[in-house]
């Protein structure tokens, strides 16, 4: 019996083994065909050819990339949608969430109830918008870090955090110490808090790196404010009109096209891979410590 053992717990690790290897594989080898790509002559990529190893080494992809203006606006921008639009974010989903974690908040139920309403029912896209025109807010700026300002999945895991890991003894001793709600929340909460907030800050970051839909309804006039993302979908659009109604030029605006889209997509997780060391030991961590309770 022993030994029968033995062999179904061999295979049943060689099956886990597999199927881990199967699932990263998976995960990694479209990050890893679009670098390859990149370096790639584009008349490889078009037909086909690359599919585990450069073919025809190139930069030129890169070059046009770097010496296009818009391009590295749209990176500038990028960058400063990211920093900028996770601080809006931070600033209003962490205390709203310590708020709402307090059992004596007035009418706590209430709006817990009507923000978790948000997650199934929204305004839409159309009255969204006529509230930003009202408040002058289109092709500006503000428009984007104002739109998804705070999530209710993020505000709700910043709440179950602060219910289920911050022991109430300790602010009840700041308390009879002379420190106010502020004071608490600065210099005890927040300190303890740093899995969680990490975890927010890779969520949002991601979120503001690759989004779109908001210049896109909302900076559609201003294109010297929009981010990578657009300038790619730019590219992107270009290449298929030049194509549907300009035969002769269709050839030369897909290449232009293929050598840049790859590389501004490599370009593009540049960020998000220079920010996830540092948050990385605060995501597991930080994910158990908010799901301990509801």
Known sequence: ??????????????????????????????????????????????????????????????????????????????????????????????????????????????????????????GGTIPTY???????????????????????????????????????????????DGASTMQIFMKVVLPLSKAMIGVLTLYYAVARWNSYIPSLYYQARSPEMWPLQMILRKILLLASKVQEFNPELAEYYASLANQMKYAVVVLASVPLLIIYPFVQKYFDKGIMMGSLKG
Do not use: Q
């Not at 033995?6 to 099956?15: A, N």
């Not at 046009?64 to 601080?87: C, H, K, P, Q, R």
């Not at 300002?149 to 289920?164: E, G, K």
């Open 130 to 176: 006529l509230v930003f025109r009202s408040l002058g807010l289109l092709n500006t700026r503000w428009a984007v870090l104002l739109s998804g300002a705070v999530s209710t999945s993020n505000l709700i895991i910043a709440r179950t955090f602060f219910v289920s890991s911050i022991p109430k003894g300790l602010e009840e001793a700041a308390e009879i």
């Open 1 to 122: 019996m022993g030994k029968r053992e033995s062999i179904r717990d061999r295979v049943f690790t060689i099956i886990v083994y597999t199927l881990v290897f199967l699932c990263a594989l998976i995960c990694i080898y479209p990050l890893y065909l679009v670098l390859i790509n990149s370096f790639s002559d584009p008349v490889e990529v078009a037909s086909g050819n690359v599919l585990l190893w450069i073919k025809g080494f190139t930069v030129d992809g890169y070059k046009m990339a770097l010496e296009d203006n818009s391009i590295v606006t749209g990176y500038l921008n990028s960058l400063f949608y990211l920093v900028a639009g996770t601080i809006v974010n931070l600033l209003l989903t962490i205390p709203a969430a310590y708020a709402l974690s307090k059992p004596h908040l007035g009418g706590r139920r209430v709006f817990t109830l009507l923000i978790i309403f948000t997650m199934y029912f929204s």
